[in-house]
């Protein structure tokens, strides 16, 4: 099985990612992305620690290091029968690039064919989380990183590619309510996974 957490900034879904494979033992693979592979790791540093980054070098930096994590950890993850919980994946894209940079989706989905050979997600969670607290959240944390120093209307506009992808194929998705307490969630997303029948699914 393949499961991806998704949100805007500060939504705690790196949190929630660590805790379920914990749960989950062995038989989980956690990865993220970008990052997920050595080549991953360079192109990470590229995106998130440049200052000036054309909004269509971002993209194609994105689709390089998913297309490296596909070939080299999802897939010989799964034909080896184990479950891969990926933090982001190609909702990222339509939901950054797509809808926060304003890049044609069109072009952005045919690209992500490529890169993914068309493998998706069995299930996405998405940890929802308004844009002023996740925002707040990061401010937090200290130091933020490109994507997370952008402009509050960046992230809105992303939070709402979020809203319009659930919509658009809603079986694959379920809303986690992150603006509350980690373990707040962390109960939350246990109950919605079991009533999706998936955590009696993944022992």
């Known amino acids: 099985m393949f499961i991806t957490f998704e949100g805007?900034?500060?939504?705690?879904?790196?949190?929630q990612a660590r805790r379920l494979v914990d749960e989950?033992?062995?038989?989980?693979?956690?990865?993220?992305?970008?990052?997920?592979?050595?080549?991953?790791?360079?192109?990470?540093?590229?995106?998130?620690?440049?200052?000036?980054?054309?909004?269509?070098?971002?993209?194609?930096?994105?689709?390089?290091d998913r297309a490296q994590h596909v070939a080299e950890?999802?897939?010989?993850?799964l034909r080896a029968g184990r479950i891969v919980?990926?933090?982001?994946y190609v909702d990222s894209t339509y939901a950054?690039?797509?809808h926060g940079r304003g890049l044609r989706l069109d072009l952005l989905r045919a690209a992500t064919e490529l890169a993914t050979g068309g493998l998706l997600p069995d299930l996405t969670l998405f940890f929802d989380v308004p844009v002023q607290?996740?925002?707040?959240?990061?401010?937090?944390?200290?130091?933020?990183?490109?994507?997370?120093?952008?402009?509050?209307?960046?992230?809105e506009r992303t939070r709402l590619g979020y809203e319009r992808l659930m919509s658009d194929d809603p079986d694959r998705w379920l809303r986690i309510d992150a603006s509350r307490s980690s373990d707040e969630v962390w109960e939350e997303m246990r109950a919605a996974l079991a009533a999706r029948g998936v955590l009696n699914a993944l022992r």
């Open 8 to 15: 805007i900034e500060g939504s705690g879904k790196s949190t």
């Open 24 to 64: 989950l033992g062995s038989a989980a693979l956690l990865t993220r992305e970008p990052g997920g592979t050595a080549l991953g790791q360079a192109i990470r540093r590229l995106l998130l620690d440049e200052g000036d980054v054309a909004a269509e070098a971002e993209v194609l930096l994105f689709l390089a």
């Open 73 to 77: 950890v999802v897939r010989p993850a």
């Open 85 to 88: 919980l990926s933090e982001r």
């Open 96 to 98: 950054y690039q797509g």
């Open 133 to 155: 607290l996740g925002l707040a959240r990061v401010a937090q944390r200290g130091v933020r990183d490109r994507l997370e120093g952008e402009t509050r209307e960046f992230h």
